[in-house]
């Protein structure tokens, strides 16, 4: 079946450190992809999407390229701040599938 | 502005107890999901809604009940028969099945036991 395999955290990074999250994903077809992120307390917000493979998601400085090849969405950012201290969730949907699958989530610290 | 709203931010339950979720959209999504997150966990299907008076189970339905009697809202009980009922329960929306749109979440409902 689908899923979604994120690295495991939690991770923390200095300030305008460069960050990277991995995600791979299984999957029959051409899903579309997603990058969540949730801060402490709240639901989560649609950070990018990337709907066919080599689109590139791009969002707030975040970026993620859809690789069928590899089966990989990997989240980058040139250089974090505090305030992208936050759980990132990858995630995935087939077109004609009922149902989202999600990472487990990747928790960042940035420290200033 | 379009979202979709959760209610009550802050729950508690009581031994024996049944409690009710509220999830509101104005979207117009056809499709709504309930989920259940743990602490330092991910997301887990709790049930699932296509259309108005059909859902599905998720997951993890085993102590949980839903209804779907109007498209904007799908409401979430726990019974008692749910035995650790303590966790963060986030109502999403997506526009419709065949549809590779995102799902849109709500803050979430906090849900304690006394």
């Known amino acids: 079946g689908d899923s979604v395999t994120q690295m495991e955290g939690p991770v923390t990074l200095s300030e305008e450190a460069f960050l990277t999250i991995n995600c791979t994903y299984t999957a029959t077809g051409y899903p579309s992809l997603f990058w969540y992120v949730q801060y402490p307390g709240e639901g989560l917000q649609l950070l990018l999407k990337a709907t066919k493979a080599d689109d590139k998601g791009s969002n707030k400085g975040f970026e993620a390229t859809y690789r069928k090849e590899t089966t990989s969405f990997h989240l980058e950012k040139g250089s974090v701040q505090v305030s992208d201290s936050a759980v990132y969730f990858c995630a995935l949907k087939q077109g004609s599938g009922n149902q989202f699958y999600f990472g487990t989530g990747t928790s960042l610290t940035v420290i200033p | 502005d379009g979202g979709i709203t959760q209610s009550p931010k802050y729950l508690f339950r009581k031994e024996g107890q049944n409690v009710t979720l509220s999830c509101e959209q104005n979207l117009n999504h056809d499709a709504m999901y309930w989920y259940r997150q743990d602490p330092g966990q991910g997301l887990r299907l709790i049930y699932y809604?296509?259309?108005?008076?059909?859902?599905q189970k998720g997951d993890i339905a085993e102590g949980y009940s839903v209804s779907r009697e109007k498209k904007e809202s799908f409401p979430l009980t726990v019974t008692s028969a749910q035995k650790n009922p303590t966790a963060f329960y986030l109502c999403?929306?997506?526009?419709?099945?065949?549809?590779?749109?995102?799902?849109?979440f709500g803050d979430g409902t906090r849900l304690s036991i006394l």
């Open positions: 999403a929306s997506s526009v419709s099945r065949n549809s590779n749109q995102p799902q849109h």
């Open positions: 809604s296509q259309i108005v008076n059909d859902f």
